[in-house]
């Protein structure tokens, strides 16, 4: 059985599964920029990735929340999907000691979304205020980007200057010295 993944369609759903997709369809309607999305099966996997560029003939990134050891200090990391993620470089390269990964509890907390479906709209949340914005050199230069809509089944191209203006900045930019897989 294949991948499933909708025409490219413009506007939000006709319903939303979450508030925090409501929030941002929302934030998009009000500040009337240009996007398009699909709708597709959970986009979780590398595989599931390539069956969504294909959709949109756009390269998808993957969005990690990240933490601390005590849990209060946050970074959204946006990457290149088929770069692998080694947790000592991006703490090299922000010059902070080392991170994991936000757990479940924390992503729905902060983005208020669930594994799977962490999303730079989540800054758009009064709880994610304090969480550092940083991506991919690569990822920031390209035009546009496509990231989900708040849900793994859900993802928005975008242009990445519409995204940096709706969430109301700029990140902070790293290398991501990994091949592409």
Not at 65 to 78: I, M
Not at 99 to 114: H, P, Q, R, W, Y
């Given at each position: 059985m294949g991948f499933y993944t909708s025409e490219i369609m413009k506007g939000a759903p006709a319903e939303f599964k979450t508030e925090t997709q409501k929030m941002i369809y929302r934030a998009l309607e009000k500040a009337g920029l240009d996007y398009t999305r699909i709708e597709s099966d959970p986009g979780i996997s590398m595989d599931d990735c390539l069956n969504i560029d294909k959709a949109f003939g756009i390269d998808t990134v993957k969005t990690i929340?990240?933490?601390?050891?005590?849990?209060?200090?946050?970074?959204?990391?946006?990457t290149h999907a088929r770069k692998a993620f080694i947790t000592?470089?991006?703490?090299?390269?922000?010059?902070?000691?080392?991170?994991?990964?936000?757990?479940?509890?924390?992503?729905?907390?902060?983005?208020?979304?669930?594994?799977?479906?962490?999303?730079?709209?989540?800054?758009?949340?009064?709880?994610?205020?304090e969480v550092t914005f940083v991506m991919d050199r690569d990822v920031a230069s390209r035009e546009s980007i496509v990231i989900t809509d708040g849900d793994p089944c859900g993802f928005i191209a975008i242009k990445n200057e519409d995204l940096f203006s709706l969430i109301g900045e700029r990140p902070i930019l790293i290398e991501n010295p990994a091949e592409i897989i």
């Open positions: 929340l990240l933490t601390n050891r005590q849990k209060n200090k946050f970074w959204l990391y946006v000592k470089e991006f703490g090299a390269s922000l010059q902070i000691p080392r991170v994991s990964f936000a757990d479940e509890e924390l992503m729905k907390n902060i983005l208020g979304t669930a594994h799977g479906a962490a999303t730079p709209f989540g800054l758009l949340r009064e709880e994610a205020k």
